[in-house]
């Protein structure tokens, strides 16, 4: 509850606030201590700190998971805002309007994690996507962050439908809204529970682009601006998936049997058309969007599983992967060329810059003494407790996404310089890149770091 309300308030003072200060770098400045005070706050609570007292009983539950999954989220915007913050100056005149956005984002990503009714489930997620709305589109001149914009609010708004629909008929069946198991034998044999499931299912994987329902994702992360696409692809899918996984594991695990075939379905869907798509793409950012419905699909093995390695594994894979991702995205807003051969001779000549790329694709394609190694192993561990047939194939999917991850380092260190290539990154920027590359590489090797927080 502490970052939840402050994280608010940092908006709206933020928002207020600029109408008096205009100056860009004190707003900036104001938005990263901000995020850091977030993430303080929540290791507060942790310890038992509470800095409001209010009765949100039936609304909210925050739990010990939730707390260091909020935990890893904040300290993941930190860093996004760190790395990132900067470019989102080149975007115009609505630099603090921007920040004011994110920090709305995270308040609704904290209620999404930590919900306990499903009125606040869907409060949180559209406190998410509108303002993801206006930030696709923040580039007002260029045709395709407009295109992307569009696609991603039609499509949004279809999805919340969906998701409405579902609450609708769970109601019905439950006549409450309340995110608990319910033993209730009618509720249970209910064909409006059940209906309510596959609804939720199906909103929920859109929003966190599952497939079949990923169909707006290519072109919302190719369209909308680079650094902005680094915050959607991270943090929110991180916050929504947390979503996804308390939904399952405390609404529906009495239906398990009912739902996870569903589940393991989506799952092999998204592997296969995610890792097997990214394969052929010229641009590296495009690929990243391929490769983001990829790593859902290991994400969704936590929901397909909900045991203690798949949720122990979804903590160590949310902020893994956020890092890496952030990391390559903060590069890519700083460059001009997004393919491959924009890439070429960086090694040459940013080696700084380049060591921490190679570790952050080494960390997406899962290579040993990287935390997204130890990510996707336990989450491949949490599919093989119940289908060993799932474990294998995301083992060779995992295989397939080495090929398309290592195409980025063989341009880095393998091939010539190019005209696009940038000359040099500022070395304060490289020095933060390759700090955060060697986070990722203590998380690979000591993930007690995140389970201690979990355990005591």
Known sequence: MNALLVSALLGVLLLFGSVF????SINYYIALVGSAVLFLLNVAELKGVQLFNL???????????????????L??????????GR?????????TDYLVLLFFICAGMIMVTSYSSLLILFLGVEIISIPLYILTASDKKNLKSNEAALKYFLLGSFSTGLMLLGMALFYGARGNFAAVVSVDSTVLTS??????ILLLLFSMSFKVSVVPFHFWTPDVYDGAPTVFTSFMATVVKVALFGAFIRLFEDTFSMQFVKWQLWVAVLVVLTLFVGNFTAVFQQSVKRMLAYSSIAQAGFMLLAVYAINGAAKEGFLLYAISYSLATIGIFAVLSRMSDYTFEGFNGLGKKDPITAAALTIFFLSLAGIPLTGGFLAKLFMIKAALSFATWLGIIAVLMAVVSVYYYFKVIQSIYFKEPGESTPVAFPRSFSLLLLLIAALTICLGVYPEVIFSWLYF
């Open 21 to 24: 200060v205009k100056n860009r």
């Open 55 to 73: 009765n949100a009983e039936g609304l909210f539950h925050f739990d010990r998971y939730a707390l260091v999954l909020n935990g890893l989220i």
């Open 75 to 84: 300290f993941a915007v930190f860093c996004y805002l760190l790395l990132s």
């Open 87 to 95: 470019s989102i100056e080149k975007l115009g005149s609505g630099f």
């Open 191 to 196: 064909s409006l529970q059940l209906a309510s």
